[in-house]
């Protein structure tokens, strides 16, 4: 059968049916189907084709141990949020964007430990409590946390000016779920511009800037994870977020604390920023033996 415009992608569709791995099969089918109409309907030039394939080699290429493009290109698309969102749980705290600075692993701190190793910032509290859907206590819970500096960089981008794990912890709830540590209070900033993402932003007259936030990934025994932040509340570009990430359950308030007492127990002087964050876990589901043989 001859390949023409017409009979692509049938003939493209067809090419994978001895797929033994049925979820490969129907994600490559769809792909097709979807790619096949979207270039029918743009009908890209050939110069305007090999300049999408040098942008994604682009892309590629600037990606390194410390660095995320296709992430970031996922985000700025909106599709890293879809995705989180699709996947998320329909009861708990809400999840957002991984994001393209998750790249090293966070040292292990204690409660209380502080994030901040340059001290240069406005001190800050972050406490919470991490629960299950039905209010209980979540003890041994896992935070993995991470920030950018007063300044808008993370650790991985200043290599020469932060110390490794700057603005980083991984920590575990007490008895109760709780937790707590100090930081400093976050700045927006612009995700990176330097690559070819950013030359997109700037193509099509979009900002590259993101609100102040807290990362988290929380996880507990049987319960499902979760990937979210805590957004600070009116920082700027909180409605107009580069990757969509913000959701309104999210936004926190930092607000600045004269507690005494509050600041004792956190080990910090007055004045200090306080932000409270519970994050609350959805239970996975477990099935029955018969339910799981019925699948």
């Known amino acids: ?85 699709m996947n998320g749980a329909e009861e708990g705290t809400e999840s957002t964007v991984l994001g393209p600075f998750h790249m090293t692993a966070s040292p292990r701190r204690e409660l209380g430990d502080s994030i901040d190793l340059v001290g240069t910032g406005r001190p800050c509290v972050v406490s919470g409590q991490v629960l299950s859907a039905d209010g209980t206590p979540l003890p041994g819970a896992e935070l993995d946390v991470w920030q950018c500096d007063e300044q808008g960089f993370y650790d991985v981008q200043q290599p020469d000016a932060q110390p490794p794990g ?53 996880s507990a025994a049987g319960h499902r994870p979760v990937t979210t932040h805590a957004f600070v509340a009116g920082s700027p570009y909180i409605g107009s977020d580069a990757v969509f990430a913000v959701k309104r359950s999210l936004i926190t308030d930092f607000t600045e604390s004269y507690d005494e007492q509050a600041a004792a127990h956190f080990g910090v002087a007055t004045p200090f920023t306080h932000a409270r964050f519970d994050v609350v876990l959805t239970p996975e589901v477990v099935l029955a033996p018969e339910a799981e043989a019925s699948q």
Request: glycine fraction near 6%; include cysteine; hydrophobic fraction near 40%.
């Open 166 to 218: 700057n603005g980083r912890g991984l920590f575990r709830t007490d008895d109760e779920g709780r937790f707590w540590f100090r930081s400093v209070v976050p700045s927006h900033y612009p995700i990176p511009t330097d690559g070819p993402v950013g030359r997109l932003l700037e193509a099509t007259g979009r900002h590259p800037y993101r609100p102040a936030h807290v990362h988290f990934i929380v």
């Open 1 to 85: 059968m001859d390949f023409t415009v017409e009979t692509a992608t049938d003939a493209v569709v067809d090419s994978f049916r001895e797929t033994e791995d049925q979820r490969l099969r129907e994600i490559l089918e769809s792909l097709t189907r979807h790619l096949h109409a979207f270039v029918t309907d743009i009908k890209p030039t050939l110069e305007e084709w090999e300049a999408a394939i040098g942008f994604l080699t682009a892309v590629g290429r600037k990606c390194d141990d410390s660095r995320q493009e296709f992430v970031l290109l996922s985000d700025i698309l909106g599709v890293s949020m879809i995705v989180e969102t």
